[in-house]
Structure formats: structure tokens, C-alpha cells
Nanobody, 124 residues
Framework: QVQLVESGGGLVQAGGSLRLACAGS????????TGWFRQAPGKEREFVTG????????VYVDAVKGQFTIFRDSVKNTVYLQMNSLKPEDTAVYYC?????????????????WGQGTQVTVSS
């Protein structure tokens, strides 16, 4: 069993930065492929970025390349999402999720465990 808790969300002005954390309990979250998703108001939840259990591979959607960075700290059993140069369109609830198998980053159904989400609001 893996339990995930996100933190680090908040209100920030455009151009600012936030660092989200996804802390795992139970089996180490950093042992698994972990993804960050977001759901903006009135929109479907979408994949944003992910990192493999080894940490050797990361993937980003085009909209956040060069702006967001995913990384992990195995000692703290935490996966982080560093978000820089934030824009109003980055406003969303951000979720982390752990995938136990499969190979489709974008497929929510392949993620077995989800956190409760953390709100990120970027003001213009």
C-alpha cells in the first residue's frame, strides 16, 4: 500500500515559483514511477510530468518544458515538482500519482495510487 500526500501549493503572482512535494508512506514512493497531473477549473485532469522509479528518466508535456522540473529524494521518500515562471494558466489542483506498471505516462488508469491534490493559484 502506498499513501501519497501533496503539499506546497498556494497563491503566487505570475512569474513566481512554487515547489510541490509528494510524500509517500508505506512502501517508498520513490521506488515507483511517479507522475504529476493537474486539473484546471472546468477542465479534465491532465498529465504534466513524470519520473521513473530509478530516476533515470523524466518526461514533460510541452507546455511545461523548461519551466517545471521533477526530481526525487529517496532518503525523504518524496518526489518534488519545482515550478518556475508560473503563469495564470498553470492554476490548477495538482496531484501526484504512483504507477506500478504499464508504460503510458498519460493514462490515469495505470496509476494505482493518488494523493488528495494541492491547489496552485497564479494571479496575473
Amino acid at each position: 500500500q502506498v499513501q501519497l500526500v501533496e503539499s506546497g501549493g498556494g497563491l503566487v503572482q505570475a512569474g513566481g515559483s512554487l515547489r510541490l512535494a509528494c510524500a509517500g508512506s508505506g512502501r517508498g514512493v520513490t521506488s515507483y514511477t511517479t507522475g504529476w497531473f493537474r486539473q484546471a477549473p472546468g477542465k479534465e485532469r491532465e498529465f504534466v510530468t513524470g519520473i521513473t522509479g530509478t530516476g533515470h528518466s523524466t518526461v514533460y508535456v510541452d507546455a511545461v518544458k523548461g519551466q517545471f522540473t521533477i526530481f526525487r529524494d529517496s532518503v525523504k521518500n518524496t518526489v518534488y515538482l519545482q515550478m518556475n515562471s508560473l503563469k495564470p494558466e498553470d492554476t490548477a489542483v495538482y496531484y501526484c500519482a504512483v504507477r506500478l506498471g504499464g508504460d503510458n505516462w498519460y493514462a490515469e488508469g495505470e496509476y494505482a495510487y493518488w494523493g488528495q491534490g494541492t491547489q496552485v493559484t497564479v494571479s496575473s
